[in-house]
């Protein structure tokens, strides 16, 4: 069993919708949690950084960590064809230089 | 502008030979990361260092090899050894573990 699972896809949903991107983990001492956008070719971009439980909201983006369920997510409201890209999820232990990474969702957004 | 630079963008490389990527960055940060993205695939750390001088081997670090002789750069050389070197190799840094900036990546092709 990986120590991030993150679902492949691909995710095809029409423009306006509301997206759901999700991960799953297995240790609970995970304290820091993030979400990067990597579009093709391209390096990764961080979009989205939680520490520690609850939610943060950057405009159309809201990242949600549930510790107790070991889940985290990332909605993304109105959805834009300029979303499509494949989104990472990482996460690291407390005073911890590495990143467990998931291995990517890719997301496309129907115009 | 504040970033990561990496070159070439594209590496052609014939049997037997050892090559070096290039990775620099001009957000004084301490941490650098190599990583080796493979197609469907999330991130896999190669090497990583925490500060000049100093360097650890990540998960695949077999025909790999780096130095880390200023903070601003973190070479990659990818050794005859490494067998299947074709891969989109990415470069990261940050202040400290938790959040982690990329460059845009350099592809390795074996002719």
């Known amino acids: 069993q990986k120590e991030v699972e993150q679902d492949p896809g691909p995710l095809s949903v029409p423009e306006g919708a509301i997206v759901s991107l999700n991960c799953t983990y297995s240790n609970s001492a995970f304290q820091y949690f993030m979400w990067y956008r990597q579009y093709s070719r391209k390096g990764p971009e961080l979009l989205m950084y939680t520490y520690s439980s609850g939610n943060k909201e950057d405009g159309r983006f809201t990242a949600q960590v549930d510790k107790s369920s070991k889940y985290i997510s990332l909605f993304i409201r109105d959805s834009q064809p300029s979303d499509s890209a494949t989104y990472l999820c990482a996460m690291s232990f407390d005073s911890n230089y590495q990143l467990i990474w998931g291995a990517g969702t890719k997301l496309i957004i129907k115009p | 502008d504040g970033g990561i630079t990496q070159s070439p963008k594209y590496l052609f490389r014939k049997e037997g030979q050892n090559v070096t990527l290039s990775c620099e960055q001009n957000l004084n940060h301490d941490a650098m990361y190599w990583y080796r993205q493979d197609p469907g695939q999330g991130l896999r750390l190669i090497y990583y260092?925490?500060?000049?001088?100093?360097?650890q081997k990540g998960d695949i670090a077999e025909g790999y090899s780096v130095s880390r002789e200023k903070k601003e750069s973190f070479p990659l050389t990818v050794t005859s050894a490494q067998k299947n070197p074709t891969a989109f190799y990415l470069c990261?840094?940050?202040?400290?573990?938790?959040?982690?900036?990329f460059g845009p990546g350099t592809r390795l092709l074996v002719l």
């Open positions: 990261a840094s940050s202040i400290s573990g938790e959040t982690q900036y």
């Open positions: 260092s925490q500060i000049v001088n100093d360097f």
